[in-house]
């Protein structure tokens, strides 16, 4: 009971406010994961902590994952697929969404324009230019690294991870009971 008590207010929140607290959301998030990489990963105590690199990721967070995703996925993806078939689908059981055809056709083709135009166009070179801003200061040289030591295996990486997420949350986020 104690729970809901703060779970309602949080909830009622991010509700009325959605933008802000995509973007509050994301820079926490992302600054946590940096530190529970250095300490856990890397072995490093908190002393130790990179507090450059974790500031990096949460300026990365609040502005590409929180700001931007929010932009493409929440305001621009409505206006290129229709809203109601999105708002439907997203709202079926796991049978539901089976048999809505439409449903399907329109998240594979958002899952296409995510994976052909946003991930390589958008996505990876921000966030190699976020990196780049911690290791160095020449941004030509972040692009070319990119392009040929990181693109191929991050891309299928963030695909296979992709398909995985985006089956999970539009198939079987409302059949759990």
């Known amino acids: 009971?104690?729970?809901?008590?703060?779970?309602?207010?949080?909830?009622?929140?991010?509700?009325?406010?959605?933008?802000?607290?995509?973007?509050?959301?994301?820079?926490?998030?992302?600054a946590l994961a940096d530190v529970f990489v250095q300490t856990k990963a890397e072995g490093k105590s908190l002393s130790q902590v990179d507090t450059r690199r974790t500031a990096c990721f949460a300026l990365y967070g609040a502005t590409y994952l929180g700001a931007v995703q929010y932009g493409i996925y929440v305001k621009v993806f409505r206006r290129f697929f229709d809203k109601s078939v999105m708002d439907k689908f997203c709202?079926?059981?796991?049978?539901?969404?089976?048999?809505?055809?439409?449903?399907?056709?329109?998240?594979?083709?958002?899952?296409?324009?995510?994976?052909?135009?946003?991930?390589?166009?958008?996505?990876?070179?921000?966030?190699?230019?976020?990196?780049?801003?911690?290791?160095?200061?020449?941004?030509?040289?972040?692009?070319?690294?990119?392009?040929?030591?990181?693109?191929?295996?991050?891309?299928?990486?963030?695909?296979?991870?992709?398909?995985?997420a985006k089956y999970r949350n539009n198939f079987w986020r409302n059949s759990q009971p």
Do not use: H
């Open 1 to 30: 009971m104690a729970s809901l008590v703060f779970v309602r207010p949080v909830s009622d929140f991010v509700a009325k406010y959605p933008f802000f607290s995509q973007i509050q959301i994301a820079w926490v998030k992302t």
């Open 91 to 164: 709202n079926q059981s796991f049978g539901e969404k089976m048999r809505n055809k439409l449903g399907i056709k329109q998240l594979l083709s958002q899952l296409s324009l995510d994976n052909l135009i946003v991930s390589p166009f958008l996505a990876f070179p921000v966030f190699y230019s976020f990196k780049e801003f911690v290791n160095s200061p020449s941004s030509v040289e972040t692009q070319s690294r990119f392009l040929t030591n990181n693109s191929t295996p991050d891309l299928l990486l963030r695909r296979c991870r992709q398909a995985l």
